[in-house]
T-cell receptor, first 115, second 110 residues
Framework: ETGVTQTPRHLVMGMTNKKSLKCEQH?????MYWYKQSAKKPLELMFV???????ENNSVPSRFSPECPNSSHLFLHLHTLQPEDSALYLC??????????????FGPGTRLTVL | GQQVMQIPQYQHVQEGEDFTTYCNSS?????IQWYKQRPGGHPVFLIQ???SGEVKKQKRLTFQFGEAKKNSSLHITATQTTDVGTYFC??????????WGAGTKLIIKP
């Protein structure tokens, strides 16, 4: 499946590093999402963008900074992370944020380890 | 806040046995979606239920949406090794937010 791609697939970073996760969707969708998936926890929605505007920010610490330059690309900028931020970060897209079937298409994720 | 409770957290079955996972919402949902995540993979959409009391089937999988649109279930008949993974429900509330259940991990006993 190549509808939603994410890079890098794996990332190891120190607490003082700055890195960025990239997501690209090739489906012509209008909404994009960042999720955090930790072991033994539900999927945690972090950010939602609809038509390139941020419409949801679920109390995510400021060390995570999203960017959506256009409807096909979504970034997650990381700065001074903590070890508890280690998780699988999933990007998803859907045709629209609401209405209709609106299933979400997920990318393969970035496995992040913070040392 | 709004929650979707999903049980059980894990279910171990022998191949050929049935499997069921249940989701319950604290509030009425406009629809509910089901996803499957294979080990090492990412969630993949299975189905969406919209109508009260709706039942949909996909081969050995049966999905139900409760009459009050607060609960849903996924039942797999005669499990196979290809069914292994974690099954998530995700309910959409009146504010269009998708509220995810914690998932049920299906494990096939060797």
């Amino acid at each position: 499946e190549t509808g939603v791609t994410q890079t890098p697939r794996h990332l190891v970073m120190g607490m003082t590093n700055k890195k960025s996760l990239k997501c690209e969707q090739h489906l012509g969708h209008n909404a994009m999402y960042w999720y955090k998936q930790s072991a033994k926890k539900p999927l945690e929605l972090m950010f939602v963008y609809s038509l390139e505007e941020r419409v949801e920010n679920n109390s995510v610490p400021s060390r995570f900074s999203p960017e959506c330059p256009n409807s096909s690309h979504l970034f997650l900028h990381l700065h001074t992370l903590q070890p508890e931020d280690s998780a699988l970060y999933l990007c998803a897209s859907s045709q629209d944020r609401s209405g209709g079937r609106n299933e979400q298409f997920f990318g393969p994720g970035t496995r992040l380890t913070v040392l | 806040g709004q929650q979707v409770m999903q049980i059980p957290q894990y279910q171990h079955v022998q191949e050929g046995e049935d499997f069921t996972t249940y989701c319950n919402s604290s509030t009425t949902l406009s629809n509910i979606q089901w996803y499957k995540q294979r080990p090492g993979g990412h969630p993949v959409f299975l189905i969406q239920l919209v109508k009260s009391g709706e039942v949909k089937k996909q081969k050995r999988l049966t999905f139900q949406f409760g009459e009050a649109k607060k609960n849903s279930s996924l039942h797999i008949t005669a499990t196979q090794t290809t069914d292994v993974g974690t099954y998530f429900c995700a309910g959409r509330d009146s504010n269009y937010q998708l509220i995810w259940g914690a998932g049920t991990k299906l494990i096939i006993k060797p």
